[in-house]
């Protein structure tokens, strides 16, 4: 023994049933386990019998060596797990060699299995009825989270933080089960931030006398970034780009410069937004504010549709559209009358993948329509743009691409605690009805319940989880129809409605006044959320008129994705997001998207189409687009053919353009057509 073990700096005794579990440690590494078992003689305890483990087998050694290796041990120490009457015999046995020992916390996990792992109070892990050390408790919620399907790094690594931070291994695999622990699923609070801005008494402000008696009515001083927004030009014309927050008052600065400019005579507004339900809610509220000093009419998708009775109206005062709507005018040579004003509302949707290139080709469509119109007409000058945001990553850049003022707010009216618990999709639900209740049960300062917005990926799972709410809960996307949804908006604004479950398509600005914002899932349809997307849906929870905080609630299922092309899983996402970066607002164009928007280009401004590609944001390949163009015989020289047109026209994709052309070479019904395009699309 004496030449194996020289001396060690920690001898580690713990009582295992009718024996002593022997462990000895050098330089911070184990260097022998055995066992020992005593017998009681005149003298008192004495070793017995003297057992080295190695390799999984006991081999037996001479008492002595026992002695031996306590004697050349630094510090003894043994296990406090060890029962009082074990710990009376082994420091008795000790005694006897005039050997000194201390009682010490370990943990009994690692005793068992022959480690030494002394606790203190500030490292000890509660694990049901004992403590344990972390690395047993770490191990331990492994498990739990490979039962569970398994995390990403970086979700294992936030459960280990608040295990150490709680010292409670139950509260942390508790949330694996869907549990709610504010304390540990709060991520953390985006605090409310107030920018000092000199405010604009609206008594000052230079505007038509109709418009200005209805602003002094309802406000004293314009907020902060109305009042910026003033201060760099806008009711002298000037063009701007207005980055701000949710609920900060984006919309009245584009109202302020359009109704002002069609009052005066200096043309219609244009009020350009990404989604028909979107629309639909403006062109309501701009009817109501607004009827009485001009026509309000709405255009949307590629064709025009009833409002009460009345078509669309081009001539009308105040036209609110879809970006596809107005680029549908603009692709079939409607005549939209003098425009004094274009609002783009979400104009971030210049950087998403399939409606950004069409966006970006609209704004040089409609800029090359003004322009061409104020050649034509005297004493018109061309249109002021307005472009509005809440979320932009790079807003000089963007800004100075637009050819327009920067008007920047960063501010937050009320703080947004943001929380992140896992779950399955089955227990989703239950999840959700409790947050649902916690929330409308309870009432803000200023005496408002509270009310949740539940984002979902599918119309189908809105329907299922609203019905599985406890209170009235309504489901809200696009597949109702206009009055269904005015029903459930005017319900969610009276608080007869605890929650609205809605799609992630519908982030983008429809005005639900929550105090709660819930993610059922981190998808928009078969694709991840951006960090834009993200931070515009999370930004929907806490109203400053209405509410004293938000909430927000990632629930997020483990090693869980959606579509097949997804490469990341839900955990992963959520970290991703929740640390993430503001991305850049830029248009990227492939082949198809280049084609699309060249044809366009050239149906509306035929020769000139160059100088409206060259004006695009994105890096548009204009050569070999029109070389394409050529070969597919979508233009004849600078002249769009028969099928040109009518690509453009239907917003096809030349991929689309071609296998419609398929089908009808092969006989194949119109409903077949469209199967087929439906089904190209689920599996591209």
Request: aromatic content about 6%; overall charge negative.
């Amino acid at each position: 023994m004496s030449k194996q073990v020289t001396r060690v700096d920690t001898l580690f005794l713990h009582q295992t049933g009718d024996d002593y579990l022997v462990v000895a440690r050098r330089d911070g590494k184990r260097v022998l386990r055995g066992k020992l078992e005593l017998k009681e003689t005149n003298a008192g305890p004495r070793p017995l019998r003297f057992l080295v483990t190695r390799k999984g087998e006991d081999s037996p050694r001479d008492p002595s060596q026992f002695v031996e290796l306590a004697r050349s041990a630094a510090r003894i120490r043994i296990s406090q797990q060890t029962p009082k009457d074990g710990r009376d015999e082994l420091k008795e046995m000790l005694d006897g060699y005039q050997l000194e020992a201390l009682t010490v916390r370990t943990c009994r996990r690692c005793a068992v299995n022959g480690r030494y792992s002394p606790i203190t109070d500030d490292t000890a892990i509660k694990a049901e009825h004992e403590h344990i050390c972390r690395d047993c408790a770490v191990k331990e919620l492994e498990g739990e989270l490979s039962f569970a399907g398994g995390l990403t790094q970086a979700a294992q690594e936030r459960l280990e933080e608040l295990l150490y931070e709680t010292g409670d291994l139950t509260r942390i695999t508790n949330l694996l089960q869907g549990e709610l622990d504010p304390d540990l699923t709060k991520f953390d609070t985006i605090s409310a931030t107030t920018e000092d801005v000199e405010l604009v008494e609206t008594s000052t402000l230079d505007l038509h006398p109709n418009l200005k008696s209805m602003l002094t009515e309802r406000f004293d001083t314009l907020l902060p970034v109305q009042s910026l927004a003033i201060d760099n030009g806008l009711l002298d014309g000037d063009d701007q780009l207005v980055v701000s927050a949710t609920a900060t008052g984006k919309t009245l600065v584009g109202e302020l410069a359009g109704i002002d400019r069609m009052l005066e005579g200096e043309g219609k507004m244009l009020f350009l937004v990404p989604l028909v339900a979107l629309a639909n809610q403006k062109h309501e509220d701009f009817k109501e504010r607004y009827g009485h000093l001009g026509k309000v009419t709405i255009r949307v998708g590629a064709s025009r549709i009833n409002d009460d009775g009345n078509r669309f109206d081009p001539n009308a005062d105040v036209i609110v559209g879809t970006y596809e709507g107005i680029d549908h005018a603009l692709r079939t040579g409607k005549d939209l009358g003098d425009i004094g004003t274009v609002v783009i509302d979400e104009v971030h949707t210049l950087k998403e993948a399939e409606r950004g290139h069409r966006l970006d080709g609209m704004i040089a469509r409609l800029k090359h329509y003004c322009e061409a119109r104020a050649k034509r007409s005297e004493g018109y000058g061309g249109a002021q743009w307005i472009y509005l945001s809440a979320t932009v990553g790079n807003p000089k850049w963007l800004a100075q691409n637009l050819r327009a003022n920067l008007v920047e707010y960063e501010d937050r009216p009320v703080p947004i605690e943001r929380h992140v618990t896992f779950a399955d999709g089955q227990e989703k639900p239950r999840i959700e009805n409790r947050l649902v209740r916690q929330a409308f049960d309870s009432k803000s300062s200023k005496g408002y319940r509270g009310q949740t917005i539940i984002f979902t990926n599918s119309r189908r799972r809105c329907h299922e989880i609203a019905r599985k709410i406890d209170y009235n809960a309504a489901a809200y996307h696009a597949g109702l129809d206009y009055g269904q949804r005015k029903r459930v908006e005017r319900q969610f604004a009276n608080q007869d409605l605890a929650a609205v479950v809605t799609t992630a398509a519908l982030a983008a600005g429809v005005d639900f006044p929550a105090s709660q914002v819930i993610f059922d899932t981190l998808a928009m349809g078969i694709e991840w959320l951006s960090v834009q997307e993200f931070s515009q849906m999370l930004g929907r929870a806490g109203r400053p008129d209405y509410h004293d905080k938000g909430v927000v609630y990632l629930l997020v299922e483990p090693d869980a994705s959606y579509h097949n092309t997804m490469e990341m899983t839900e955990d992963e996402v959520a970290f991703k997001l929740l640390k993430g970066e503001m991305e850049e607002v830029r248009t990227v164009y492939d082949q198809s998207s280049a084609v699309e928007e060249t044809l366009a280009n050239i149906v509306v401004a035929g020769k000139k189409a160059k100088a409206l590609n060259n004006r695009m944001l994105g890096e548009l390949p204009t050569t070999h687009a029109v070389g394409k163009l050529l070969e597919w015989g979508f233009i004849d020289g600078l002249d769009p053919t028969p099928l040109g047109l009518a690509v453009t026209r239907q917003f096809l994709s030349p991929r689309e353009a071609f296998a419609i052309l398929d089908g009808i070479r092969k006989g194949s019904s119109p409903y077949e057509i469209v199967a087929d395009l439906e089904l190209d699309e689920e599996g591209r």
